[in-house]
Antibody, heavy 122, light 107 residues
Framework: EVQLVESGGNLVQPGRSLRLSCATS????????MHWVRQAPGKGLEWVSGVSWNSDVMAYADSVKGRFTISRDNAKNSLYLQMSSLRPEDTALYYC???????????????WGQGTLVTVSS | IVLTQSPGTLSLSPGERATLSCRAS???????LAWYQQKPGQAPRLLVYGASSRATDTPDRFSGSGSGTDFILTISRLEPEDFAVYYCQHYGSSPLTFGGGTLVEIK
């Protein structure tokens, strides 16, 4: 059974940093690109960042570029998101998600974690 | 690529047909259009990818179609469990984008 379990969400002051983690199991983690998607309270979905299976390619939404860094550790089957210079508008539930296929391009997302909540407020 | 979904809210009764629209700001390869369903308090669930391919465990009352800039998700006969929010998504190249969502509510 595929499992994606996020952790690290918290209440943090504007300007501070936070690191999210996603522990995975049930599939060959090093065979798939992985992403972070967020959802502000009561709002829609926003793709945040993606990393290729071998970390060769990392991509970011403009809203987080230069502030967030995605990474993965294939030996630990884990995905990370280092968030810095946090803003109130970064407040959201952050989902860890898996690509459907091993591909040279980004794919649709077939598995989602349950999310970890990040609240940025003074 | 901006995805615009319409209508924002669709009020229908069980058994009725639902037609959800997703319009892209520029032409997409059909290979890279997906639809998701999200129920309150739950993570989204992939329904359709490649514009028309049903994901594993997606009931056949859900069908996706379209090309270029106009895509449709059709639910042939609404079941009680289908009332939810639906999002379309462009993938394939970054930035990946989602539409704003369509709420399908019970009339």
């Amino acid at each position: 059974e595929v499992q994606l379990v996020e952790s690290g969400g918290n209440l943090v002051q504007p300007g501070r940093s936070l690191r999210l983690s996603c522990a995975t199991s049930g599939f060959n983690f090093d065979g798939y690109a992985m992403h972070w998607v967020r959802q502000a309270p009561g709002k829609g979905l926003e793709w945040v960042s993606g990393v290729s299976w071998n970390s060769d390619v990392m991509a970011y939404a403009d809203s987080v570029k230069g502030r967030f860094t995605i990474s993965r550790d294939n030996a630990k089957n884990s995905l990370y998101l280092q968030m810095s210079s946090l803003r109130p508008e970064d407040t959201a539930l952050y989902y860890c998600v898996k690509d459907t296929h091993h591909s040279a391009n980004w794919e649709a997302f077939d598995y989602w974690g349950q999310g970890t909540l990040v609240t940025v407020s003074s | 690529i901006v995805l615009t979904q319409s209508p924002g809210t669709l009020s229908l009764s069980p058994g009725e047909r639902a037609t959800l629209s997703c319009r892209a700001s520029q032409s997409l390869s059909s290979t890279y259009l997906a639809w998701y369903q999200q129920k309150p308090g739950q993570a989204p669930r992939l329904l359709v990818y490649g514009a028309s391919s049903r994901a594993t465990d997606t009931p056949d009352r859900f069908s996706g179609s379209g090309s270029g800039t106009d895509f449709i998700l059709t639910i042939s006969r609404l079941e009680p469990e289908d009332f939810a929010v639906y999002y379309c998504q462009h993938y394939g190249s970054s930035p990946l984008t989602f539409g704003g969502g369509t709420l399908v509510e019970i009339k």
